[in-house]
C-alpha cells in the first residue's frame, strides 16, 4: 500500500482527501459474506475496512504512525456520510459507522471532492513599497489650492509655461521612511520568504494577504523574553491565572511550588483535565482559521525537516502575539510531560506522548469550515512540532537580518536624497577620496638578487694589484 506525498501547494487537503478515496477504492479487498442466511459479494465488514485503512494510514508519509484506530473510524463515518461508501443495503448519508460486523461496500462510483474554480493565473510578485510612489491618500490632482487673483504678471507666466517657453512645474514628493513603510517592508519580505520556501508561484490561494497584520510580526520579533517567549503589551489577553499555574505545576511535577492546594489521588489528572477544558473552549485555534490552508501546505514539507521548520518559522511569525504566547507555553509544558518519568499516567489505555497529541491537536489546528480529514492532518502538525518546538517558535534569524539591513539601506537611500551635501560629506565617494587623499608616489623596488644576471657566477682570480 502506498500512498503518494502530496507536497505543498493549495488546497492540499481536498487532494489527500482524493488520494485517499481513490486507494481506498482501488486497494481494499473485497470478498463474499454472508449475514442473516444471505450470501454477499464484493464487501467487506466494518472492522475490515478499519483495519485496512488505519494501516494505510499510519504506512502513509502524509499522516504518519500517530494516527489511531478511533481516527480511522471517524474518518470512515465522513466516507459513508460523502458516499464513499454504503451499506449492503445502499443507505448512506444518515447511517452512523462502527467499528463492528456490519457490512459494507462501495456503490458504482465514489465522488470526489471538487477543486474550487482558480481565478484567471497572475504569477504573484510581491511588491516593495518604492520611494517614488506617491502617499496613497494624495493624487496630483486633490490637491487643494488656494484660488489667485490673476494679473498680467501671472497671465504671461502661465502662458508662457503653455507654449514651451518655461518648463512646467510638478510636485515633488519628499518621503520620508515612516513607521507604516518599516511595517510593510515586514509584511511583504516575510511573506516573499515564505512564498520562496514552500516553491510557489503565489501565496493567493494558501493565504490571505490582507489578513496578514504587519504589526503582529514585527511584535513576535522584537517584544520576547529572554527565554524567547512572546511578552504581551496587553495583560487582558494573558493566560488566566489559574490556567498558568495549573501548567506550571504539571511542567514542573513533582515540584508544584505554585499551587497552594492539598495535593491528593489523582490530583494531576485533575489539573491535566483543567487545562484540557480551558484550551478544548477556545473559540479559535491558536494557529487560527485563515492560517489554516498555509500550515498544511507545510505538511507537505516533512520530507525536508530543515525547509518544514524554516516555514513553519515564518508561518508562526504571522500569528497574533496571544496566540504565540500561548501555543509557546503549551508546546513547553506538553514536551517537559512527555519527559518527565516521575509523571504518573495521566490516562488510563494511552501513553502520555498520545494523550498529549490526541488531546491539544485540535485547539491548535482546526479548519472553519468542515474540512474531513482536519483531525489527521492536526495531529501530524502537532507530533512534529513537539519534535522540533524550540527550533520552530525560534525568530528566523535570516529573515530578521536580511530584512533589518533592507530597512538600514532605505534610511540611507533617503537621507542622501534628502540632504545630499551632507551625505557626501559623511559618507565620501572613491572619486571624492581621491581628491582629498592623493595617492602617493610608490617607492622604487629594491633591487634583488634573482634580478641580477648570473648571481651566482663562480669567482674568477684576477690579476693581482700587488706586484
Given amino acids: 500500500m502506498e500512498h503518494r506525498l502530496v507536497g505543498p501547494g493549495p488546497y492540499r487537503a481536498t487532494k489527500l482527501w482524493n488520494e485517499t478515496v481513490e486507494l481506498f477504492r482501488t ?8 449475514c442473516r442466511f444471505k450470501s454477499y459479494d464484493r464487501c467487506f465488514t466494518a472492522a475490515e475496512a478499519v483495519d485496512w485503512l488505519h494501516e494505510l494510514l499510519r504506512c502513509s508519509q502524509n499522516f504518519g504512525p500517530e494516527v489511531t484506530r478511533k481516527q480511522t473510524v471517524q474518518l470512515l463515518k465522513k466516507f459513508l456520510k460523502n458516499h464513499v461508501i454504503e451499506d449492503i443495503k445502499g443507505k448512506w448519508g444518515q447511517e452512523d459507522f ?17 477543486y474550487p474554480k482558480k481565478p484567471a493565473y497572475q504569477k504573484d510578485v510581491i511588491k516593495f513599497p518604492e520611494w517614488n510612489d506617491p502617499p496613497q491618500s494624495t493624487s496630483q490632482e486633490n490637491i487643494p489650492v488656494r484660488p489667485v487673483v490673476m494679473n498680467s504678471e501671472m497671465w504671461y507666466k502661465r ?13 515633488v514628493y519628499r518621503r520620508q521612511l515612516t513607521e507604516a513603510n518599516v511595517e510593510e517592508i515586514w509584511k511583504s519580505m516575510t511573506l516573499s520568504y515564505l512564498q520562496k520556501v514552500l516553491g510557489l508561484d503565489s501565496l493567493e490561494e494558501v493565504l490571505d494577504i490582507k489578513l496578514v497584520n504587519s504589526k503582529f510580526i514585527i511584535h513576535n520579533v522584537y517584544s520576547v523574553s529572554k527565554q524567547g517567549v512572546v511578552i ?24 508544584c511550588s505554585d499551587l497552594k492546594q492539598p495535593m491528593y489521588l489523582g490530583f ?32 507537505g514539507l516533512l520530507q525536508k ?20 504566547r500561548k501555543l509557546q507555553l503549551l508546546m513547553r509544558m506538553m514536551a517537559r510531560i512527555c519527559l ?65 539591513e533592507r530597512v538600514a539601506h532605505l534610511r540611507r537611500v533617503q537621507f542622501q536624497k534628502s540632504y545630499p551635501e551632507v551625505y557626501q560629506e559623511r559618507f565620501p565617494t572613491p572619486e571624492s577620496e581621491a581628491l582629498l587623499f592623493p595617492e602617493k608616489p610608490k617607492p622604487k623596488p629594491q633591487l634583488l638578487m ?5 648571481p651566482f657566477q663562480p669567482f674568477q682570480r684576477t690579476r693581482s694589484f700587488r706586484m
Fill in 159 to 171: 502662458h508662457s509655461i503653455a507654449i514651451g517657453e518655461v518648463p512646467a512645474c510638478r510636485l
Fill in 340 to 404: 518527565n518519568k516521575e509523571m504518573p499516567s495521566l490516562c488510563d489505555g494511552f501513553g502520555t506522548r498520545t494523550l498529549m497529541v490526541q488531546t491539544f491537536s485540535h485547539c491548535i489546528l482546526c479548519s472553519k469550515d468542515e474540512v474531513d480529514l482536519d483531525e489527521l492532518l492536526a495531529v501530524r502538525l502537532v507530533t512534529f512540532l513537539m519534535d522540533n518546538y524550540q527550533e520552530i517558535l525560534k525568530v528566523p534569524l535570516a529573515l530578521q537580518t536580511s530584512i533589518e
Fill in 450 to 454: 634573482w634580478a641580477l644576471k648570473n
Fill in 232 to 255: 504581551l503589551d496587553d495583560k487582558s489577553k494573558e493566560l488566566p491565572h489559574w490556567v498558568l499555574s495549573a501548567m506550571k505545576c504539571l511542567a514542573n511535577w513533582p515540584n
Fill in 268 to 299: 494531576e489528572k485533575d489539573v491535566f483535565k483543567t487545562i484540557a477544558d480551558y484550551y478544548g473552549h477556545l473559540k479559535e485555534p491558536l494557529l487560527t482559521f485563515h492560517l489554516f490552508d498555509a500550515f498544511v501546505s507545510v505538511l
Fill in 98 to 114: 462502527e467499528d463492528n460486523r456490519h457490512l459494507y461496500r462501495f456503490p458504482p462510483s465514489s465522488p470526489l471532492k471538487p
Fill in 27 to 34: 486497494r481494499m479487498p473485497l470478498r463474499k459474506h454472508r
Fill in 305 to 324: 525537516e530543515k525547509m518544514a521548520i524554516e516555514a513553519f518559522q515564518i508561518c508562526c511569525l504571522l500569528l497574533p502575539p496571544e496566540n504565540r
